[in-house]
């Protein structure tokens, strides 16, 4: 009789195992992955839906996702492209035929695409309600990815919403805390001559400043994350970022050739 404790018994059974085990692991990853992407998606366009201010819980996200456009902007010339296949953003940062390197780089991301992703929210009778820009910037420990919406002056804060991070929890990682996040409603960006003031804080924003309306609280205990936000929001907005796309549909506003 075979001696079930033999060297090639144990050795055929450990096999047979990790075998057994591979298959049903992989078969787990393949079959999950569509799954998995579609959540995904869906988690971006909540949180699009959430910086645009129109997301309500229990609300069917992508019915609601209906409502905004989603388009490609070139961000040198800021007009609309249409690139055929498509443009995935996570991709282009790593093609050196579809983003370059930054020098300066204030917003420590490395490389910006040429194409970036703008969404336009409508209401019911097709006006331009929000813009919403992805922006990302690093902070202390890690890239920060947000959705920063704008309201049709293209100027003021409608909301923001990061959806990615791994900066400390209860210390840089309160960038997702909805009470701070609603802090930024109702601030701008650019003075009246144009320029690029918005800031974050170090600490709670003072009392009775004259410029309140462009300064956002810091985040206590967080400084360098808020460094990397406002940096974040300075570099997307400013003329290497969405500055040229802003400027050219901010014209095409005041011509009345955007509703
Ligand atoms: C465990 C640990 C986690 C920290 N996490 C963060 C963080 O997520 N973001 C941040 O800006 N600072 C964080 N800090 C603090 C920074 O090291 C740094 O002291 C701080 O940003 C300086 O700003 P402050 O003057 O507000 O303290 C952390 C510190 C420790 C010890």
Known sequence: MKDKNSIGNIINVAVGVCLVCAVIVSTAA??????????????????????????????NVSEAFQRIDRRIVEFDTGEYVDPPGGFDPVRAVRDPAQSRALTGDPAGIGRRTHYGEVFLARDEAGRLERVILPVHAYGLWSTMYAFLA????????????????????????????????????????????GNLVFRVDRGRTPEGVPDADYRVDG?????????????????????EGYGPYLAGLQRRIQAGEVM
Request: charged share 25%.
């Open 30 to 59: 393949v079959t999950l992955r569509p799954l998995q992407e579609e959540n995904r998606a869906s988690f971006r366009q909540l949180n699009v839906l959430q910086a645009a201010g129109i997301y309500e819980p229990g609300m």
């Open 150 to 193: 704008l309201e049709p002056d293209l100027n003021t804060v409608a909301g923001i919403s990061f959806f990615e991070h791994g900066e400390t929890p209860g210390l840089g990682g309160e960038i997702e805390n909805p009470r701070w996040q609603e802090g930024w409603v109702g601030r701008r960006i650019r003075d009246s001559d």
């Open 219 to 239: 985040l206590s205990g967080a400084t360098i994350t808020s460094r990397g936000v406002e940096n974040m929001v300075r570099f997307w907005l400013g003329d």
